[in-house]
């Protein structure tokens, strides 16, 4: 992948704010909305939800999840250039008694400041979804399969 | 669900042209972005997709699907304040030799005219997803679930 389209790939993942969600229920799939926060590195990406959420549900059920972020459709002639990358791994919930909690919730509230309310509920936390790969089509035909580690790669600019 | 949150779901399924699909990949779910365009009366929403992709192969190999549709992202203080909605349901091909193929193509290329290329191409076919059930999250705490029966009581303005 080159320079051009790492960097095409760092931005989507580094700036954009919602995802689409899929999990396992009921042994089929489901995808919901969902909010989001990259680790720098790549090497995780973080949701902050409530136990009550279905998607939670599923993912404490089975681990296995999927990503979808894509630039917001503004309109355009074709929305089939919209860039949009697929990321493929397992989620793991975080305890908010965990020493990384507090520097998390710091990171999520500089990006989602009208969250603050949601930290005072017993029944949201951090989960870390570990990325196993990335599918990254950067427009028609213009497909790019990474492992977890070119992601950390392209991750550092 | 009140007359104006009906029209609120209405509006954004009828609307919006971009979906994220979650199929079943290997036993684990996958989501990928997607265009789609809505049956006026909600009985299907359509995809047209070719056999080369991911999601098409995951959808002949299980016909389970879920399809999550949200307002794009514009930047507001709290985008856990986007209205979403997750269609569950299941994917059935359409074959090309359909009589219902020269009508789905005109309505097609009616919302994406950039996509005609796309009808020279053996490996593109229409995908009907029949909802079987809706979940509309039309803001903070505010989810309605609904059977594809009052999904289609909403669709008729």
Chains 1, 2 share one sequence.
Do not use: C
Not at 123 to 132: A, C, K, L, Q, T
């Amino acid at each position: 992948m080159d320079l051009r389209t790492s960097a095409l790939l760092r931005d989507l993942i580094g700036n954009q704010r919602v995802a689409h969600l899929a999990t396992l229920r009921g042994g089929a799939p489901m995808a919901s909305m969902t909010l989001y926060r990259a680790q720098p590195d790549f090497s995780a990406l973080w949701l902050h939800v409530s136990r009550l959420a279905w998607h939670t549900q599923d993912m404490a059920q089975d681990a296995h999840v999927a990503l979808s972020i894509a630039e917001p459709d503004d309109g355009r002639a074709d929305p089939f250039t919209l860039r949009r990358v697929t990321l493929r791994g397992k989620a793991l919930n975080l305890p908010n008694e965990s020493p990384e909690h507090a520097g998390l919730k710091a990171s999520w509230l500089e990006r989602f400041p009208e969250q603050a309310v949601n930290f005072e509920l017993a029944d949201f936390s951090f989960w870390r979804i570990v990325p196993r790969d990335a599918r990254f089509v950067a427009g028609f035909g213009q497909i790019h399969n990474l492992s977890a580690a070119e992601l950390s790669r392209i991750a550092a600019p």
